[in-house]
């Protein structure tokens, strides 16, 4: 007789409850928000909370972010399944996977060796062929695989990166958190448009660990204190939870 997986059931729950009764509509990422196997990139001991409605750590002070953020952010990129895809901030490799469900290929980033080595064997694992892990500074892009038809950065940056609107093919679009004197930071999507007229706009406001490295933040500004208050609520603030 075949086993029930029982991950399957609060999966379920989790893209109905959690995701599309907050506005995720768009129908390719609830498919792969419901495909994915959140409780695979989650420590052992956390997996039954793998579809709470929160960030959970993984190690290194870091951790895998909100369902709601991960699909909100795929969202806003407007996917339609042909694109070159590059992630900064690896983490777990969950947010890699969902947008592998739906892209050609994905190219992410990761600062920390440590979780850009288990993220790498998660993947391989789990069958996750057209994803390739790099270890280095996310803020200044990946070349070798550039122009990109979208980019999604998982951690704060004081201001858009130049190296990754460089990067970034006329027409791509760019979603990540920036530093904003209004409510701390914002989630913001670029559109890179024709000699150099961008579109940005705010999405909503968050709460991310800081994107360190050339274009980011400097490597001692999560040793003086400045953005630990809420590390890992990856969460909007306000009436969306």
Same mark, same amino acid.
């Given at each position: 007789?075949?086993?029930?997986? !029982?991950?399957?059931?609060? /999966?379920? +729950?989790?893209? %109905?409850?959690? #995701?599309?009764?907050?506005? @995720?509509?768009?129908?390719r990422?609830?498919?792969a928000?419901?495909?994915v ?6 420590p052992?001991?956390?997996?039954q909370?793998a ?26 990129l ?16 969950y ?10 290929a ?6 920390? !060796?440590s979780?850009?080595? /288990?993220? +790498?064997e998660? %993947?391989?694992? #789990?069958?996750?062929?057209? @994803? ?6 996310g ?18 940056a004081p ?30 999507r ?6 150099g007229?961008?579109?940005v706009?705010?999405?909503?406001p ?9 274009e980011?933040?400097p490597?001692?500004?999560t ?9 890992? #609520? ?8």
């Open positions: 007789m075949k086993s029930i997986n !029982p991950y399957v059931g609060p /999966r379920d +729950r989790m893209v %109905l409850e959690q #995701l599309a009764a907050r506005g @995720v509509s768009d129908p990422v609830l498919d928000m419901r495909h196997a959140r409780e695979a990139f989650v052992e001991e956390l997996r909370a579809y709470s409605d929160q960030p959970l750590p993984i190690g290194e002070g870091q951790t895998i972010s909100q369902p709601y953020i991960v699909a909100a952010m795929a969202e806003a407007g996917l339609r399944g042909d694109e070159n895809i590059l992630e900064i901030g690896t983490g777990s490799g947010d890699a996977a969902v947008l592998a469900h739906i892209a050609r994905v190219h992410t980033i990761e600062r920390i !060796p979780l850009a080595r /288990r993220a +790498r998660t %993947l391989r694992r #789990l069958g996750y062929e057209s @994803v390739e892990v790099i270890e280095g500074d803020s200044v892009g990946w070349r070798p695989a550039a122009p990109y038809d979208a980019i999604v950065a998982t951690a704060e201001r858009i990166p130049p190296s990754l609107r460089a990067q970034l093919r006329p027409g791509g679009r760019l979603v990540m958190p920036v530093a904003d004197p209004s409510c701390g930071q914002a989630l913001v670029m559109i890179r448009g024709d000699n007229h961008d579109r706009e705010s999405i909503l968050v709460r991310f660990v800081p994107l360190i490295g050339i980011g933040w490597d001692d500004r040793s003086s204190g400045q953005t630990r208050e809420g590390e890992g #609520l990856h969460r909007p603030f306000g009436g969306h939870r």
